[in-house]
């Protein structure tokens, strides 16, 4: 969505049984708890922490609900937390029944909204396979048949949405990820297992998948070896990770993509030049338009072909060690030409390195271009390349917004996003084509 939107999280600490809640009361009105979080920080592990530190074990059990403001500056999510001791005094608030919020006025207008939705059922649940408080018992009892005991406190949730579920797992055989994928995500664990059983060394390894009776998928991995490439931002491995991408794009059979879906280069340009349409001439969107189309057709003279295209290529989904580059979260993966994920991959080290680097561009495309075994594209293809990087990357979050919006985890106007991601657009085309 727009760039600047504050995150703002109501905190939602349940009891045992889900029928209890903490929340301050002031004549007669209620208030859950709110932190502000600035747009694309990883919410839910500061979450935890803050309670922590706050002497509050509790154990996140989703995000749910979000819902943008209408100014469009802001979105709000209810994040839902089980105390960890069922018996204590938590907080110096008291306990409510949460049937009672929703029959007494809260302070905040968003609350109000979001318990009404929280407890329509009669329970404490959303739709979605893991929209309801006994998920993680369930989860945490299926991984623990797999590899042994899992250290509640030690739990570390990254992404918990009701159709979505990723969280680090601390157990007596060693560190796990979990991934509950709803039935249309469930590709990521099936490919991963091919990349992995024909590039061992270089993808996460399956421990436990499981296909749910909701149709969802449970999926249990090893940890991998390394540490992630954006906390220690080196060219060097950069230049690493951009040589093993385009290795692999070359040497993996393709009969491991049969089933994910192919990019319409020209498909998407049109949807990226589309969106700029929207601003009419403004801030140049119509030159930048022609550069999209421009961009498409010196990608398709390129004439590379299809191979793997994992376009969440990003220093922090790259794990690196003295011998071998590992490659995580390929949730967006793709058939296609392979220089884009180079693109997408040059372009985030850029951002977070703050452009640092003068010569990491050259580096890592000339890199990716020994891993494919190919010549390496001249500056004008390769900025071709980085400007459709750019569309597919705001195409893949338009659609995603799309969807949670279609499944309920989202309510908003979905003009009014769209009208903030062709801004976006045309923000991160006047960057490319100002360096």
Known sequence: MGEGMEQRIHVLLV????LRVVVDWHSGRWLLPV?????????????????????????????????????GDAVDWVVVLRAADANSQVTRA?????????????????????????????????????GELTWLDRVVGWAEASVGAVSRPDILPYRLTSHTVVMRLQTASGRFYFKGLAPDAASEALLTGKLAG???RSFAATQALDK??????????????????????????????????????LALPVSIFDGLETIDIRATADWGASFLGRLADEGGAQRLALLVNNARDAVGRRGQGSSWLPLDLDPGNVLVDDHDIRFIDLDESYVGPGSLAAATFARRFRSLTGGAHAKADLEI?????????????????????????????MNAGWRRVRRNVERGELTASLDAIEQRIAHRLLRRLHDAVAR
């Open 15 to 18: 009891d045992a049984s889900g």
């Open 35 to 71: 932190v502000i979080y600035r747009e694309r920080e990883r919410i839910l592990p500061r979450v935890v922490d803050l309670m922590a530190r706050r002497r509050v074990p509790a154990y996140a059990l989703g995000q749910w609900l979000g819902r943008v403001s209408p100014q």
């Open 94 to 130: 008291p306990w409510t029944s949460i049937e009672r919020l929703v029959h007494a006025p809260g302070f905040i207008a968003y609350q109000e909204w979001a318990i009404a939705r929280l407890m329509s059922s009669g329970a404490c649940r959303v739709n979605g396979p893991f």
């Open 198 to 200: 024909a590039a061992p």
């Open 212 to 249: 749910q009776p909701d149709g969802s998928v449970w999926w249990l991995m090893r940890e991998c070896a390394g540490t992630a490439l954006a906390a220690r931002p080196t060219v060097a491995s950069a230049r690493r990770a951009a040589y093993e991408c385009g290795r692999l794009q």
């Open 365 to 393: 495309r000339v890199a990716h271009a020994r891993g494919l075994r190919s010549a390496a594209l001249c500056e004008r293809d390769w900025r071709s390349f980085e400007v459709l990087s750019i569309v597919l990357e």
